[in-house]
């Protein structure tokens, strides 16, 4: 049974520039929610995809968006990178939206 | 969601069982209590949740208490690979899936 998966395991960008994550969920499940951990720090919620389309969002700033394809994988994009958003990202899925979440390993994002 | 509050470290020897304690007074009838575990800089492990009733998986025990403001999660045989940050969090699942994470608790195992 394949567990949440995650590209790329790191990525190096310089501030201004655009990056886009990621994630296949666990096999069975049809809900991804991402989430942003800094250093030190626990993760914090960004948005929710359902049925490709975005469900719940936390307070993070449109530079932020994402996209939920029909086998249920998803992307997460940022927009004019700042240094503030070097952080591990993080995946989660889950079957239907109240149910139990399955992270994947992150993506460290470094912004120089 | 209601807020938890947890030790910020606990220690405990190889073989021993940990108990890691999670206070949510503010917690409402229809909120579970979910435990995740994070080694470093790898992803949250689901570890176990429940709602009113003791739950035991093959990994971990959780114990709530009969009021539901408290509960503990007790690792039966801690090992060195058990070390991790441990977090309790508590959410209703009738509004959405957003997982609030707190500072949580630094358990460290120690030969």
């Known amino acids: 049974d394949a567990g949440v998966t995650q590209s790329p395991t790191h990525l190096i960008k310089t501030r201004g520039q655009q990056v886009t994550l990621r994630c296949s969920p666990k096999?069975?499940?049809?809900?991804v929610s991402w989430y942003q951990q800094a250093l030190g720090q626990g993760p914090q919620f960004i948005f929710q995809?359902?049925?490709?389309?975005?469900?719940q969002r936390g307070n993070f700033p449109d530079r932020f968006s994402g996209h939920q394809f029909p086998n249920y994988s998803s992307e997460l994009n940022v927009n004019a990178l700042l240094l503030g958003d070097s952080a591990l990202y993080l995946c989660?899925?889950?079957?239907?939206?109240?149910?139990?979440?399955?992270f994947g390993p992150g993506t460290r994002l470094t912004v120089l | 969601d209601a807020k938890t509050t947890q030790p910020p470290s606990m220690d405990c020897a190889e073989g021993r069982a940990a108990n890691l304690p999670c206070n949510h007074s503010?917690?409402?009838?229809?909120?579970?209590v979910y435990w995740y575990r994070q080694i470093h800089s790898q992803g949250p492990q689901y570890i176990i949740h429940?709602?009113?009733n003791n739950e035991t998986n093959e990994m971990a025990s959780l114990i709530i208490t009969e009021d539901r403001k408290s509960s503990t999660l007790i690792l039966p045989h801690a090992t060195l690979r058990d070390t991790a940050v441990y977090y309790c969090?508590?959410?209703?699942?009738?509004?959405?899936?957003?997982?609030?994470f707190g500072g949580g608790t630094r358990l460290m195992v120690k030969p």
């Open positions: 989660a899925s889950s079957l239907l939206i109240a149910d139990t979440q399955y």
């Open positions: 429940g709602l009113k």
């Open positions: 503010t917690i409402s009838g229809n909120e579970y």
């Open positions: 096999s069975g499940h049809d809900t």
């Open positions: 995809y359902y049925e490709e389309e975005e469900r």
């Open positions: 969090i508590v959410f209703r699942t009738n509004a959405g899936n957003m997982l609030t």
